[in-house]
T-cell receptor
Framework: AQKVTQAQTEISVVEKEDVTLDCVYE???????LFWYKQPPSGELVFLIR??????QNEISGRYSWNFQKSTSSFNFTITASQVVDSAVYFC????????????FGKGTTLSVSS | DTGVSQNPRHKITKRGQNVTFRCDPI?????LYWYRQTLGQGPEFLTY????????KSRLLSDRFSAERPKGSFSTLEIQRTEQGDSAMYLC?????????????FGSGTRLTVV
């Protein structure tokens, strides 16, 4: 069965610290997509990144970077030099053929960045 | 294009009452999804439309829940005889094609509280 595990429930850091959010997934499919979403207090889910299973290149976008490792079924997200505006709940999600059109979300990690 | 719009933003209802939520997707998106998010959890898939056809339903969608998408534009989600366990955030998303490939755009959600 498909599953996404975000073991860190809450993380608190001070501004300018680097922080890594962990995501481990389970799927039997060879073709799948992984996502990260940010959910600020306003509630909407903001898309951050999508990665397909055939592209293991790490990606950097400004202060954000993602480390995809198929060998360990992990898709971790690092925020460099965190800012107060990064405070939100972050979700990792999986989409594969078994899930059909559905996204399978983890339980989320709440990140609190203090000044 | 103002994104995915959901109304109302908040709804408080008494147990046993019926409620209806509305989702207006991005106009050119032919696919529409409903998710439910309870406190401390990630969103869970409820149902999916391609144009006006409801193509997938999760087992989470009990007989008290019904969704429609007349004319393939906006969608409504109705909950009959609400129960306290229905209290959650109901999120709508849309996509222009297969969501995993083209990406999903989420609305801000409707927060339902059943008292």
């Amino acid at each position: 069965a498909q599953k996404v595990t975000q073991a860190q429930t809450e993380i608190s850091v001070v501004e300018k610290e680097d922080v890594t959010l962990d995501c481990v997934y389970e799927t039997r499919d060879t073709t799948y997509y992984l996502f990260w979403y940010k959910q600020p207090p306003s509630g909407e889910l903001v898309f951050l990144i999508r990665r397909n299973s055939f592209d293991e290149q790490n990606e950097i976008s400004g202060r954000y970077s993602w480390n995809f490792q198929k060998s360990t079924s992990s898709f971790n997200f690092t925020i460099t030099a965190s800012q107060v505006v990064d405070s939100a709940v972050y979700f990792c999600a999986l989409s594969d053929n078994q899930a059909g059109t559905a996204l399978i979300f983890g339980k989320g990690t709440t990140l609190s960045v203090s000044s | 294009d103002t994104g995915v719009s959901q109304n109302p933003r908040h709804k408080i209802t008494k147990r046993g009452q019926n409620v209806t939520f509305r989702c207006d997707p991005i106009s050119e998106h032919n696919r529409l999804y409903w998710y439910r998010q309870t406190l401390g959890q990630g969103p869970e898939f409820l149902t999916y439309f391609q144009n006006e056809a409801q193509l997938e339903k999760s087992r989470l969608l009990s007989d008290r829940f019904s969704a429609e998408r007349p004319k393939g534009s906006f969608s409504t989600l109705e909950i009959q005889r609400t129960e306290q366990g229905d209290s959650a955030m109901y999120l709508c998303a849309s996509s222009s094609g297969q969501g995993a490939y083209y990406g999903y755009t989420f609305g801000s959600g409707t927060r339902l509280t059943v008292v």
